[in-house]
């Protein structure tokens, strides 16, 4: 099956989340991605990386070593684009930087991910995801349960830097392929991933409109999270048109429908609304929110949308047999293409397990890849 | 040159999920157009995430219902690269702007729909909304810390979406500068809200892979990946993965000792010794402020940062995002001088373009009008019917 992407080879020379995830999200849609690790294997690992890797093939490479780089450059070759994810400076230390790589392979896409981006005065300031989301403010909009600064119970700048990168690498990919036919330098970090995912509200004006007013409409909008009978939680949503006076309705609470809520009968409303859901099972809440036509989800435990009866429909998640752990039930494909459908091409490789073959096919005898494997270069 | 200079894009998405994709591509330089009511989206209402999504497009309020509005979006149908929206299952159809619709104006478009759950399955016809898909894929939970009450993410999955339906956009655009084919891409919300906790699977035994619990305080994941409370009311977070960052950590902290300490001498020990780790540094981190904190360990060279709890003033008001183009001003037709989150992917040699804010309802149909071949006096009678709309001419002037 031929994919957007079949045709596009892709070097990931990454760790951490963000790095892993996009070029795995490449790999999902027909791109040969080849990950390069260290000989000793990964240096940071992450129970992600069953997932993450899926489909890649995997290449142990000393990049330290002068053969190592010249393998490297052998890859580079035949690769359209390669993510990397040194500290910015490293790279250019080891002789892989962008300028050094784009002098020998113009039409390579160098995709580069960083902290805080590849200049500017935070460049060198520490990259780990919880003091990406200190310094940048987010701390200070995840709700929490005390006062005070609350840390994300997951890694936002992590994940939303992995669409980004696509994003930015497919860009570069397009721009090559319609237009210039070169290659070039895309520059994203996680303080950007976290500033994608935050700019709903984060905007600023001279005339200070930057706190709407709240409208009458606005007094209808019940965005909440509610506890069932049995400790199990819903959520649901009353933004869409007429919603909120469809629940108050089913829920039986006719004396709130149609009439302009005030400061005095929506604590009221609230407090009999979670009454009403902590007297009923959160399937009997969630029958009676779809018959009012109002937005609502169950709250699921991590791992819990994997095996919930749309994921199967939809196939949103696959069994996966991998070489080290079994067959794993995973994340499926996301996007679907009418005219370049696709499969996942596999499990997570075994450190190296490619290395062989790649180098083979990149013009190394059986002879060579012994000595390169006797110098601990592969 | 814009990185998508040339392409066109028009735009039905509604609330912010749908429309954040076509956001993403009209940063890179596509050019957007965003069709809705001549009364206007009624997202309007909800200012924030209404700028958040719509800058950098051009917005044209048409009725879609009536005959001579459809021959407006009939003729952009022509001309355009790519339709996209995200509403139910069956809604787009029954408006007449379904793929099959558009593609007898033109055959090899690229159309996209983003639904909630997908097209087929228990819930196709059941509308998301954010946060409640982030909190169905795990989210709320994950957020709350250790034994507590769910709380809704900061991840909200509604950007989630865009970014996922920016990708396959791109996919198509490549797939079609192969074959020339058009195609039709689903991409529902759901899964991209799953892709946020994609390193979550089951393993054969019916386990659930490792997954790092945030403590019950919301503090973070241990001793060495959280934030402190300090004498000042600022918090100091410090991630230390490295043994020499711990034993500088140990000594700035002045209590070099706790570095040989058996407790904690190891990374298995403090593993084990997690809590007691906390608690000492705990009340250690209380004898100065968050700012001497930082000045000291930041010399020690200790991963660290002070939690920054004002929002976006700083990273605004620094001139250097200004110039680098991360922070991106300009002036609003009703809000004075705006600033925003500017350039988030840079590419270097054929660069994006932020031009300006979201668009007034209708502030550029007379524009896109006469691009179509409309003269004035059809716009004037178009107007006059009630069939396209624009702002009264001194708001759209100051506008961009």
Not at chain 2, 153 to 181: E, F, P, W
Not at chain 2, 296 to 302: E, M, Q
Request: net charge neutral; charged share 25%; with cysteine.
């Amino acid at each position: 099956m031929a994919g957007p992407l079949t045709g596009y080879t892709v070097l990931d020379l990454t760790w951490g989340i963000p790095g892993p995830l996009a070029a795995m999200l490449m790999a999902d849609y027909g791109a040969e991605v080849i990950r390069i690790v260290p000989p000793g294997g990964d240096v940071v690992t992450h129970p992600g990386y069953r997932v993450w890797n899926r489909g890649k093939k995997s290449v142990t490479l000393d990049l330290k070593k002068p053969e190592g780089k010249h393998v490297l450059e052998k890859l580079l070759a035949k690769a359209d684009v390669l993510v990397e994810s040194f500290s910015p400076g490293v790279a250019d230390a080891l002789g892989i930087g962008y300028e050094a790589v784009h002098k020998k392979f113009p039409r390579l896409v160098y995709t580069s991910i960083s902290a805080y981006g590849q200049k500017g005065s935070d460049r060198d300031r520490p990259g780990y995801d919880g003091l990406v989301q200190a310094r940048v403010g987010i701390h200070g909009q995840q709700t929490g349960h005390r006062k005070g600064p609350i840390y994300a119970g997951l890694a936002m700048p992590s994940y939303s830097t992995a669409f980004n990168v696509v994003i930015g690498a497919l860009t570069a990919l397009y721009v090559r392929d319609t237009k210039t036919g070169n290659g070039q330098h895309v520059d994203t970090s996680l303080r950007d991933g976290a500033l994608a995912m935050l700019n709903m509200n984060w905007w600023r004006t001279e005339r200070g409109a930057d706190k709407f007013n709240i409208t009458p409409w606005q007094k209808r909008l019940l965005v909440e999270l509610f506890e069932c009978a049995k400790g199990e939680w819903l959520q649901l949503h009353t933004g869409a048109q007429g919603a909120f006076d469809r629940m108050m309705e089913h829920i039986g609470f006719k004396e709130y429908v149609g009439v302009p809520m005030t400061g005095e009968s929506w604590p009221e409303m609230e407090k009999r609304t979670k009454r009403w859901f902590l007297e009923h099972s959160r399937d009997e809440g969630l029958a009676m929110l779809k018959r009012a036509d109002v937005p609502s989800l169950p709250v699921l435990p991590p791992g819990g949308a994997l095996h919930d009866a749309q994921a199967y429909a939809m196939k949103f998640v696959e069994t996966v047999d991998d070489p080290e752990i079994g067959p794993i039930e995973e994340i499926g494909l996301s996007l679907r293409f009418e005219k370049a459908p696709t499969a996942i091409r596999g499990s997570a490789p075994k450190k190296g397990q490619h290395t062989e073959e790649l180098l083979s096919a990149a013009g190394y005898t059986k002879n060579d890849i012994a000595k390169l494997r006797a110098a601990a270069v592969i | 040159m814009y990185a998508l200079q040339g392409i066109k894009i028009v735009d039905f998405g509604i609330f912010f999920a749908g429309p954040y994709a076509a956001k993403l591509l009209a940063d890179l330089g596509a050019d957007v157009i965003k069709v809705e009511a001549v009364t206007g989206d009624p997202m309007r209402r909800s200012m924030g995430p209404f700028i958040g999504c719509q800058r950098n497009k051009r917005s044209l309020a048409v009725d879609l219902k009536n005959p001579d509005g459809q021959a407006i979006v009939h003729k952009l149908f022509k001309q355009t690269d790519i339709v996209c929206h995200n509403m139910r299952p069956g809604v787009a159809e029954r408006l007449g702007i379904g793929y099959e619709d558009v593609k007898k104006f033109n055959p090899g478009v690229i159309y996209m729909h983003s639904p909630s759950f997908g097209t087929i399955g228990p819930r196709k016809d059941q509308p998301g909304f954010e946060p409640l898909v982030g909190a169905m894929v795990g989210m709320a939970i994950m957020s709350a810390g250790k034994g507590n009450n769910p709380v809704n993410s900061v991840a909200n999955m509604d950007y989630g979406n865009g970014q996922l339906g920016a990708i396959g956009l791109l996919m198509a655009l490549i797939h079609r500068a192969k074959t020339g084919q058009g195609q039709k891409i689903e991409c529902p919300q759901m899964v991209s809200g799953m892709i946020t906790t994609s390193e979550l699977h089951w393993k054969k035994d019916g386990t659930l892979s490792e997954w790092f619990q945030l403590d019950q305080k919301q503090t973070g994941y241990g001793p060495l990946c959280r934030i402190y409370p300090t004498k000042s009311e600022e918090w100091i977070c410090v991630v230390v993965a490295k043994e020499k960052d711990f034993q500088a950590l140990c000594k700035t902290v002045g209590a070099p000792g706790l570095s040989s300490d058996l407790r904690f001498a190891t990374k298995e020990a403090r593993k084990k010794n997690a809590d007691s780790l906390s608690a000492e540094l705990e009340k250690l981190f209380l004898a100065r402020t968050a700012a001497e904190w930082f000045k000291a360990l930041d010399a020690a060279g200790v991963p660290c940062e002070i939690s920054e709890m004002k929002g976006p003033d700083k990273l605004f008001g620094n001139p250097e995002h200004v110039q680098s183009g991360l922070v991106s001003v300009y002036p609003h037709s009703q809000f004075g001088t705006m600033r925003e989150v500017g350039q988030i992917i840079r590419l270097s040699e054929t660069p994006g373009n932020i031009w300006g804010p979201a668009p007034l309802a209708g502030q550029h149909t007379r524009d896109i009008l006469a691009e179509l071949g409309y003269t004035t006096s059809q716009q004037d009678d178009l107007k006059t019917r009630g069939i396209v709309n624009w702002p009264i001419e001194e708001r759209a002037k100051v506008g961009v």
